[in-house]
């Protein structure tokens, strides 16, 4: 079955998603016991946008093998684009107790959490996230916000600064850099970074704003 599950996700990367339906499929019929068939297809299903179906591949992957880590991770991830964050933190954490060790998986478990409004938990996962992969703007990014939410703004700046320096026209991370400093009365390096959001986005309202304000305070 191997040689069919690869073969569908070899279809999935080149973007032949019937080709791959089809390989997944004809993987099942031939051994519906093999749990990495379902979670093959519930993934093609969830990134063909049709979640509903795709959860249940991925219970029956679990029901089949209850320690099919990537079963958990691909039905929180479902879980979460349905904005049932309580239910994706369980999944994630299930993901994890079956030794699913993977930055993407804490990226994942730190949304949830923000998404709850327990920042402190959401914190912990970003940093786990951007220590498995240095590279990675988003965890980056959502750190330093995090850590900004929490009045943090000294750990935030170090995250904030490596998004743009990762993504020098990530507008949002400029915005945020600026509204750090701005709290830390550093008129000059907010107005800077607003205007690097400008750039990056002209029609960045918040940033606008925040310019606005700092060009006034500056006067």
């Given amino acids: 079955m ?3 599950n690869e073969q569908g996700i070899a279809c999935m990367r080149e973007q032949k998603y019937e080709e791959a339906g089809k390989a997944f499929t004809e993987a099942i019929e031939q051994n519906p016991k093999d749990p990495a068939a379902y ?8 990134l063909l946008d049709e979640q509903e179906r795709a959860l249940v591949f991925f219970d029956r992957a679990i029901g089949l093998d209850e320690e099919a880590a990537t079963a958990y991770y691909g039905a929180g991830t479902i879980y979460y684009k349905q904005d049932q964050f309580e239910e994706a933190v369980k999944m994630f954490k299930q993901a994890l107790i079956k030794k699913l ?4 998986l804490y990226f994942m478990l730190g949304m949830s959490y923000y998404q709850l ?13 951007v220590e498995m992969n240095e590279m990675d703007v988003d965890a980056h ?7 900004a939410q929490l009045e943090q ?4 700046l170090p995250h904030l600064l490596k998004a743009v320096e990762l993504q020098p026209n990530h507008a949002d991370a400029h915005y945020n ?3 750090a400093y701005a709290s830390m009365d550093k008129g ?18 918040l940033a606008g704003n925040g310019k606005k304000i700092i060009e006034q305070a500056l006067k």
Avoid: K, M, W
């Fill in 2 to 4: 191997t040689n069919l």
């Fill in 39 to 46: 979670i093959n297809f519930g993934n093609l299903l969830s």
């Fill in 101 to 104: 060790d993977e930055a993407d």
């Fill in 117 to 129: 409004g327990s920042l402190p938990h959401a914190c912990a996962n970003f940093q786990r996230a």
């Fill in 141 to 147: 990014f959502q750190l330093g916000l995090t850590y």
């Fill in 153 to 156: 703004l000294e750990a935030a």
């Fill in 177 to 179: 850099l600026g509204v």
């Fill in 188 to 205: 000059e390096e907010a107005l800077a970074s607003f205007e690097r959001a400008l750039a990056s986005q002209p029609d960045h309202l």
